[in-house]
């Protein structure tokens, strides 16, 4: 096996997946959605772990808009947690540094307290200098929405006269994007293998790792772990 001996990743991106599962192991089924709780508490450890590793940039998939196709209580329950959860989230991005960005491409879906939420936690933490971190939080997310949403930008600059047609292209494409910095590492817990509409334009060069244990289970050696693979590989970037 290769050594782990290569420059670690800059940008990480995790599709938090398991937490309803791992909620009805630990607590039963009937209160399988106290998974919801763990896993957000699983994700201010995991920012602390990519501080202390290096890592410059952390984004997660929190909520897709496929998500919105859940129990209605779920949602709601989903959306409360945001709204309870922002005020600590925004405390601890400033006190360590981090810039907070929500990735939102259906953001007329959200209920306006979680909007609202959202809104503040990116506002309060725009301002830091020289960020430690910069995390990037993926709610009511969709990558293809994303890509539509551009493709609309641009098809409505052409129609005004602003870009001819012959001018896009890849380069022109992301700078409509959300999220413009692709990451180099894409970590997905409880052992699916698959991106599930999740930065399908940022990662395409992306090494992939994918982790048995549910989110909420994920521990300090299994970002070792994923660090030390990402280490291991070879990127050559189609060359």
Known sequence: ???????????????MDGNRRFGARAFGPERRLEGHAAGARKLGEVVD???????????VFA???????????????LMREFVARAAEVERRCVERGIRCRILCTAPERLPRAARAALDRLEAATAPVPAPRLVLNIAVSYGARGEIARAARTLAARCARGELAAGEIDEAAVERELLLRSPPDLVVRTSGERRLSNFLLWQAAYAELVFVEKHWPAFAECDLDAALDEYRRRGRRFGR
């Open 63 to 77: 909520f897709s808009t496929e998500n919105w196709d859940r129990d209605a209580g779920e949602v709601a329950a």
């Open 49 to 59: 772990w990519c501080l202390g590793r290096g890592v410059a940039e952390l984004t």
């Open 1 to 15: 096996a290769r050594d782990a001996a290569g420059p670690p990743p800059r940008h990480v991106a995790i599709i």
